[in-house]
C-alpha cells in the first residue's frame, strides 16, 4: 500500500502545472507567516506614511531622520501584528548639525528651506557621531510608494496574509456547513431532504455578490466579519456536491452491509460514506478557495472588505485605479497580478487535483 501512494503522489507531481501552483502557494504561505520579518516597513500593517514622496517610482531612494518618541516604555514587537512603537521617520534632501540641535531639509522643498529640531526633539543624550551613525539612514522603495507615501513592498506582502486568510476561514465555513446538510439531504432523503433542497436552491439564486455585502452590512464592515460572510455564501456548491456523491455511496453493497450489520446512521455515514466523497470534496476546496479570494478582493474594491489601514490587495486596487491613466499604473497593476497570480494558481491546483484524483463531474 506504501508503494502504490508514494507512485501515485510522484504521479501528481509529475504534471509541471501541479508542481508549479503548489510551489507558488506554498510560497505565499511562508512570506504570510513571516511577514513582519520580510517586509522592509515592519510596523503594524506597514502603515508608515511619508506624503512628501508619494508615489514614487520603483527603486526610488531617500534619507531619512528617524526621531524615537520619548514613551519608549510601550514600545513592542511582536511577531504576528509587527512593530509598535512611537517612531517618527522624516525624508530628507539634507542636514546640518547645529549648536541647537539640527537643521533638516524636507524632501521636496526650496534648496534654502530649513527646519530645526531642537535637541528636545532629538534621542537623549544627544550625541553627534551616534545620532548620525544610528539615526540619518537611507531608505530604499524596492516597488515604490503608495499615494501615501507607504512602501508598496511590505503593503503587497502583508496583503499576503488577508487573501490566504479569507481563502482558508471562508473554504473552512463552507466546508463545515456544506458538508453537513449534504450528507444529511443525500443519506435521509424524504423530507430533510426536500427542506434541504430547497434551502440550497434559495440561497442559490440570490447572487453571491449582493448577498455577501448584505451580510457585511449586517455584520459590520471589518476583517473578520468579511471572512464570515464570504464562507456563509459559499457552502451551497458543497453541499450540492456532497449531496451527490452521498446519494450514490450510500445504494453500494457495503453500506447496506453495514446497515445490516446494525451500525447506527452516525457510524456508517462517517466511517463508510463520508470518506468516500473526501476527492471531490478536496476538488470543490480548491475552486471556493480561488472565488473566495476574488470576492474579498471585490469587497475591498467596494470599500467594504478589510478596512484601512489593514493592507489588502483588492484595496489597493482601489485606492491607485486612477493612477492608471495618471502614468503609474504598476500602483494598480502590481496588486492586481499578486490576485490574478494567487487565484491562477488555486484553479490551476484545483483541475490538477481533478485528473488526478479522477472525480467525474
Known amino acids: 500500500m506504501s508503494g502504490s501512494k508514494k507512485y501515485s503522489l510522484l504521479e501528481f507531481f509529475r504534471d509541471p502545472w501541479a508542481t508549479v501552483s503548489f510551489a507558488y502557494i506554498f510560497f505565499l504561505i511562508l512570506i504570510a507567516f513571516f511577514a513582519y520579518q520580510i517586509a522592509p516597513d515592519s510596523t503594524s500593517n506597514a502603515n508608515q506614511m511619508h506624503l512628501s514622496i508619494h508615489s514614487k517610482p520603483p527603486g526610488f531612494k531617500s534619507k531619512m531622520v528617524l526621531l524615537t518618541g520619548q514613551n519608549l516604555s510601550n514600545q513592542s514587537t511582536t511577531f504576528f501584528y509587527g ?120 440561497v442559490w439564486s440570490i447572487p453571491t455578490l449582493l448577498m455577501v455585502i448584505a451580510i457585511t452590512l449586517a455584520l459590520g464592515r471589518g476583517f473578520w466579519q468579511v471572512f464570515i460572510a464570504v464562507g456563509l455564501t459559499m457552502w451551497v456548491e458543497v453541499a450540492r456536491v456532497v449531496r451527490g456523491q452521498v446519494l450514490a455511496v450510500k445504494e453500494k453493497t457495503y453500506v447496506q452491509a453495514a446497515h445490516a450489520l446494525g451500525y447506527s446512521n452516525q457510524r456508517v455515514l462517517k466511517n463508510h460514506v463520508l470518506p468516500m466523497v473526501i476527492a471531490p470534496i478536496i476538488v470543490i476546496s480548491a475552486a471556493n478557495f480561488a472565488s473566495a479570494i476574488l470576492i474579498e478582493s471585490g469587497l475591498s474594491f467596494l470599500g467594504i472588505g478589510a478596512q484601512p489601514p489593514t493592507p489588502s490587495w483588492g484595496g489597493m486596487v482601489k485606492d491607485h485605479f486612477r493612477y492608471l491613466l495618471l502614468g503609474k499604473p504598476y500602483l494598480a497593476i502590481l496588486p492586481g497580478l499578486a490576485i490574478m497570480s494567487l487565484v491562477l494558481a488555486f484553479m490551476t491546483l484545483g483541475n490538477s487535483l481533478r485528473d488526478f484524483l479522477d472525480v467525474k463531474n
Do not use: H
Open 83 to 202: 512593530d509598535i512603537d512611537s517612531s517618527v521617520e522624516i525624508p530628507i534632501q539634507n542636514y546640518k548639525i547645529i549648536n541647537e540641535g539640527i537643521e533638516i531639509q524636507p524632501y521636496g522643498m526650496p534648496k534654502d528651506y530649513y527646519e530645526v529640531l531642537s535637541k528636545d526633539r532629538l534621542p537623549q543624550p544627544f550625541v553627534v557621531p551616534k545620532f548620525t551613525q544610528e539615526n540619518i539612514i537611507e531608505k530604499t522603495f524596492y516597488l515604490g510608494t503608495d499615494k501615501y507615501g507607504r512602501d508598496l513592498l511590505s503593503r503587497l506582502i502583508i496583503g499576503t496574509r488577508i487573501s490566504l486568510s479569507i481563502g482558508f476561514v471562508a473554504v473552512f465555513i463552507s466546508l463545515f456547513i456544506g458538508v453537513f446538510l449534504g450528507a444529511i439531504a443525500g443519506y435521509f432523503g424524504g423530507y430533510v431532504d426536500k427542506v434541504i433542497v430547497w434551502l440550497i436552491n434559495v
